[in-house]
Every structure is written in structure tokens, then in C-alpha cells.
């Protein structure tokens, strides 16, 4: 008898699709490895601190016995009231906090579970691409197919609706839209989500918008939620996340909204398979949606000072760029003679700059890199000394 069992992968995993990025991550490795003064910007990270009256309240509320029990998966009451307040100041959309709306243990945790509530075998769902990489991996996991609908420059990185296929539209069961968007930094407007909503009504297709960058945006314009458009709550949800607004991505605190019967369903996936947030996150997380304007402001103040200054800076270079509206990213085309994964290493090993190869989002993605705000104007601004020195 042999003493070893043999662990074998279930095909759901095997199945996964190659990541991209590990031969990025070797590499970063080795440069690492040689002492080199790495600049890293390809990170969805913020740098920068959790706002101290956020702190503070969880320094309090992590002291309170009552928080010390299992919290309920769909999120305390004070919870879900603060992100219906929240929601109605900054987008004048009322939602019911009891029926309207679900803590997410980070907004990750419910894109990955929400085929689980929908998708049977063979269900197809429709994802970006380039695009977050979770939406086809929630699919696959689900049993389902994801179908990429490509974001190019031409759309001005939209999917195009009418490209898409009879016969996968029928199979559709969820689509799942990003903006503003990583990682093309685009936004979309009132026309765009109107044509989505028809889409979704004639097609019978569960809308899931990502909007996990609505508050990193530049020169005062705001991007709309997807539940503004008349029509929307009948066709899906939006999902949000306090991790890239307050920086808080170690914390895991999100939330989805609109609904009732997809958030139910979301709900009921959650019941089973989690117990919810931590209540003393859930605190911190009510201060952060309760904080001043000016916090954000200085936020988004920061973000924009580095826009500026990455984006002329590679401007300069003659490359050409995609200015942000809005995102911490900047999506840059690669010159002439490289492909995404060739320039990203160039600029590795020659420049000490690592950046994210487009590809790894998405064959449409090839040919360009993402670079990320999250470092300061001084590194930035050193990156591109660097960046012009090899080109
Ligand atoms: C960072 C990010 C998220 C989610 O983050 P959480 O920390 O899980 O809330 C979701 N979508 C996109 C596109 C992101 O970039």
C-alpha cells in the first residue's frame, strides 16, 4: 500500500486559465535579488494611509464584546443604513437597506460568488476584456463560460454590444461591466448604461457593475453610478468597496446594492458559505462613509498631482497615453519594436520600473502597460527619467 494519497487538482482549477503574470513575478524576483532600486508601479495598492478617525474607531470597537461573536452575513443594520445614506448623497439613488442591500467581505468576495447563485452548467457569462480577472474565474468556477467582449481605443473601451453573437446572447445569463475602469481608466456615460439596460431586458441578462473606482477621480468630474439610469434596479447591481476610496484594502469591507431578487440570491450564496464582516470592521467602515469631503478631496487631490505629472511625463517620451479621467492607472500604448510582456521586461532590467503588461488582462490588452499611481511625485518622476534613458 502506497503511503502517500495522490492530491489531484479538481478540473475547475486545473482548468484555469495560465497566469500571466508569473513570469513578470520571476523576474521582479531576480531584479529584486541583484539589490536593484526597484520602482513598482504595478500595483492596485494605494500607498497611502488609512484615514486616522478610521483607525480610531476600530481601535475602540475592536474592545466591544458585542463585536466578538459571529456577525450576520448580510451586515449589520448601521451598516447597511450608512451605505444607503451614502448612496443618496452622492448619487441621489434611494435604496432599501433591508432589502436593497448586502455586505461583501470586500467586493472581490461577491463578484467571485455571484455566479454561484445564478449560473448552471453551460451558462455563459460576459466579462471585459481587458479586465479584472476574477469575472471569468467566478464563471469557471461557477460551471459556466466566460465570453470576452473586447475593450478597445476605437469604442473608447466599451464593449460593443452589437458584436456580440446571437447564440452566445441567449446562453448569457450575467454581465459584468466595469467603470470607471480598470485597466483602461475609462468612464462611461448616461448613453452607454442606457444601451446596457435595453440590452439586458431584451437579452434577460443580469447586469453586474463594478464600481470600485466611482471616487478616484480627476478635475471635479464625477462618475455615475450605473443605479442613477431609470430602469437599472431591474436589470442588476452595482457592487462597491471602501478599499480603493478610503484605503482600506486590507480591511475587506464592501458592499452591493440594487436588486432585490439579485441580491437575495447573492444573499443566500453568502448565508452558506460565510459569516459576514467583523463587526468592528463594520464601525470602521461606517466612519470611513460617514467622513468629511476634504478627506477624500486630499485623496483624490494626491492621485491627481501624479496623473499629471506620469502622464505629461510620457507624453514627453512620445508615447501615447490615455489620460484619466478617473483610476489610479494609466494605460499607455508600448512603442514601436515591443509587445506588452517585451517592453515590461525592458523596462525592468533596464530602468528598474516595473510596470503591468496589458496582456495579463486580456488578449486585447496586449500591446499596452499599466502603470499605477500608488508611488509618490518623486518616484514618479524618477521612473521617467529612467524610462527615457532606454527608449
Ligand atoms: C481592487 C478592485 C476590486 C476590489 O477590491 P476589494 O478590495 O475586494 O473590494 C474590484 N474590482 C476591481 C476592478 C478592482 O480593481
Not at 495598492?45 to 470597537?61: E, S
Not at 480577472?133 to 473608447?156: D, I, R
Not at 480603493?244 to 440570491?265: D, E, L, P, Q
Not at 452558506?272 to 467622513?291: C, M, P, R, T, W
Request: hydrophobic share 40%.
Amino acid at each position: 500500500m502506497s503511503r502517500k494519497i495522490s492530491v489531484e487538482l479538481a478540473s475547475r482549477v486545473k482548468d484555469l486559465p495560465p497566469y500571466l503574470f508569473s513570469t513578470i513575478d520571476r523576474m521582479k524576483k531576480k531584479a529584486l535579488d541583484r539589490g536593484i532600486d526597484l520602482i513598482d508601479v504595478s500595483i492596485g495598492d494605494p500607498d497611502m494611509l488609512t484615514p486616522g478617525h478610521i483607525v480610531r474607531k476600530m481601535k475602540k470597537a475592536v474592545e466591544k464584546p458585542e463585536h466578538h461573536c459571529y456577525p450576520s452575513y448580510e451586515g449589520m443594520a448601521s451598516f447597511r443604513q450608512t451605505a444607503s445614506d451614502w448612496y443618496k448623497k452622492r448619487f441621489r439613488v434611494s435604496l432599501n437597506p433591508e432589502t436593497e442591500i448586502v455586505s461583501l467581505i470586500g467586493s472581490k468576495e461577491g463578484i467571485g460568488h455571484i455566479p454561484l447563485a445564478f449560473i448552471n452548467p453551460g451558462d455563459i457569462v460576459l466579462v471585459p476584456s481587458p479586465g479584472y480577472p476574477v469575472y471569468p474565474v467566478a464563471a469557471l468556477f461557477a460551471g459556466g463560460k466566460a465570453y470576452e467582449m473586447p475593450l478597445v481605443k476605437e469604442n473608447n473601451f466599451l464593449p460593443d454590444l452589437k458584436a456580440i453573437p446571437a447564440g452566445i446572447r441567449r446562453k448569457s445569463k450575467i454581465m459584468f461591466l466595469n467603470y470607471p475602469n480598470n485597466p483602461t481608466s475609462a468612464v462611461a456615460n448616461r448613453e452607454f448604461y442606457k444601451e446596457i439596460i435595453k440590452f439586458a431586458l431584451r437579452n434577460n441578462i443580469i447586469i453586474c457593475h463594478d464600481a470600485a473606482y466611482s471616487e478616484i477621480y480627476y478635475d471635479n468630474r464625477r462618475p455615475l453610478s450605473f443605479l442613477q439610469l431609470p430602469g437599472a434596479r431591474e436589470v442588476g447591481i452595482e457592487f462597491h468597496s471602501l478599499s480603493k476610496t478610503y484605503n482600506m484594502t486590507g480591511w475587506r469591507i464592501g458592499f452591493a446594492v440594487g436588486n432585490t431578487k439579485i441580491i437575495a440570491g447573492l444573499g443566500k450564496i453568502k448565508s452558506n458559505l460565510d459569516s459576514g464582516i467583523f463587526q468592528a470592521v463594520q464601525e470602521a467602515g461606517i466612519a470611513a462613509l460617514k467622513s468629511k469631503d476634504s478627506i477624500l478631496e486630499k485623496i483624490r487631490n494626491t492621485y491627481q498631482e501624479r496623473r499629471d505629472v506620469l502622464y505629461s511625463g510620457l507624453k514627453d517620451l512620445g508615447l501615447e497615453v490615455e489620460k484619466p479621467k478617473a483610476t489610479f492607472y494609466v494605460w499607455t500604448k508600448v512603442p514601436a519594436g515591443f509587445d506588452s510582456t517585451g517592453f515590461v521586461s525592458h523596462m525592468l532590467n533596464k530602468a528598474g520600473v516595473l510596470a503591468t503588461p496589458g496582456n495579463g488582462f486580456g488578449a486585447p490588452g496586449e500591446g499596452y502597460v499599466r502603470f499605477a499611481l500608488t508611488v509618490s511625485i518623486k518616484r514618479i518622476k524618477e521612473a521617467v527619467d529612467r524610462i527615457r534613458k532606454i527608449l
